[in-house]
């Protein structure tokens, strides 16, 4: 299995940021992997757990994101999608998306995207 993730590198700050995690060797829909996560690694901080959706489609996010935070999918392409709302230079991260058994650790990690907010 392989995930791709994809998006703009620079956002302006208020603006939303999208990103979509391109899926292949495995169905999102399947329970081969329970979990389709969404985790952050802003300069010189550890990681920071952002959300999952379940094979199913349900979703959980962090409490502290949940207000700004949203994932979805487009099952007929095999992908996922973190959108992040009223954006700030404090979202600025290497964004990984990942699939996992459980929702908050993937067992299998895409290889990350910079995203810078700046003016």
């Known amino acids: 299995v392989q995930l791709q993730e994809s998006g703009p590198g620079l956002v302006k700050p208020s603006q939303t940021?999208?990103?979509?995690?391109?899926?292949?060797?495995?169905?999102?829909t399947t329970t081969t992997y329970y979990y389709w996560?969404?985790?952050r690694q802003p300069p010189g901080k550890g990681p920071e757990w952002m959300g999952a959706m379940?094979?199913?489609?349900?979703?959980?996010?962090?409490?502290?994101?949940?207000s700004r935070t949203s994932?979805?999918?487009?099952?007929?392409?095999?992908?996922?999608?973190?959108?992040?709302t009223s954006v700030t230079p404090e979202d600025t991260a290497v964004y990984y998306c990942g699939a996992g058994i459980t929702s908050i650790v993937p067992v299998v990690?895409?290889?990350?995207?910079?995203?810078?907010?700046?003016?």
């Open 17 to 28: 940021l999208s990103l979509t995690c391109a899926v292949s060797g495995v169905s999102i």
């Open 109 to 119: 990690w895409g290889q990350g995207t910079q995203v810078t907010v700046s003016s």
């Open 54 to 66: 379940r094979y199913s489609g349900s979703t959980y996010y962090s409490p502290s994101l949940k």
């Open 37 to 39: 996560i969404w985790i």
């Open 71 to 84: 994932v979805s999918r487009d099952t007929s392409r095999n992908q996922f999608t973190l959108q992040v």
